[in-house]
């Protein structure tokens, strides 16, 4: 089965390199639903063929495995970029387009010009690059499942560390996610300055 989900992520690749594209990123983001801390993005470009084993979307992987398949991914890669956007510009722009400000970030930073981003979601409205959005594309392409590790693994490295700044929150467990533990932390000690202020509202 494992030989199996690799080839169906390898598939959209292929089939976005038989329209014509050599040089194209995916791109994912991470933590657009919590309550604090930064949203982030990663964009990837892989070597064509390149599928590390156990590849897939990040949120199906365990800690673990996602921090080894950071590794791997960030010594294949033929270039990657990781960026994100603050709770402040979430607050200032909206949770949509301060992702989109991300993954522009991320793409940017890439060091070759790209002719194609593949966006997880449905909707490239602001991404300012050549882009087409696949719903589920974390499960569909190596590219895209790629950038989802690492979006997701840098995220919650930025939230341990801001755990350490903020250990009333207890940011390092649920990664500034509403749980139950993070509301009971918030009405005892008011937000933090990387709370999402846009996103308390909901609380009342």
Do not use: W
């Not at 040089?23 to 930064?38: I, K, M, N, S």
């Not at 589920?136 to 919650?156: E, T």
């Not at 005892?188 to 300055?193: E, F, I, L, N, T």
């Amino acid at each position: 089965m494992k030989n199996r989900e690799r080839i169906d992520l390898l598939q959209l690749d292929r089939e976005i390199r038989s329209e014509g594209f050599q040089v194209f990123c995916g791109v994912d983001e991470a933590g657009r639903g919590p309550l604090a801390g930064p949203v982030y993005a990663a964009a990837v470009i892989l070597p064509e063929g390149y599928c590390p084993p156990e590849l897939d979307d990040s949120k199906k992987l365990s800690e673990k495995r996602r921090a080894a398949l950071y590794d791997e991914i960030t010594e294949n890669a033929v270039s990657y970029g990781i960026a994100s956007a603050s709770a402040e510009e979430i607050d200032t722009l909206n949770i949509l387009n301060a992702t989109f400000l991300a993954m522009n970030r991320a793409i940017e930073q890439l060091n070759r010009e790209i002719e194609l981003a593949l966006v997880d979601g449905n909707t490239v409205s602001g991404i300012r690059f050549p882009a087409r959005c696949f719903v589920g594309g974390d499960g569909r392409s190596a590219a895209i499942a790629a950038a989802s590790i690492l979006a997701k693994v840098s995220r919650d490295r930025c939230m341990c560390a801001l755990a350490e700044t903020y250990p009333q929150y207890g940011f390092e467990k649920h990664k500034g996610y509403g749980t139950k533990a993070h509301y009971e932390a918030l009405r005892a000690c008011g937000p933090s300055p990387v709370h999402r202020r846009t996103f308390l509202r909901k609380m009342h």
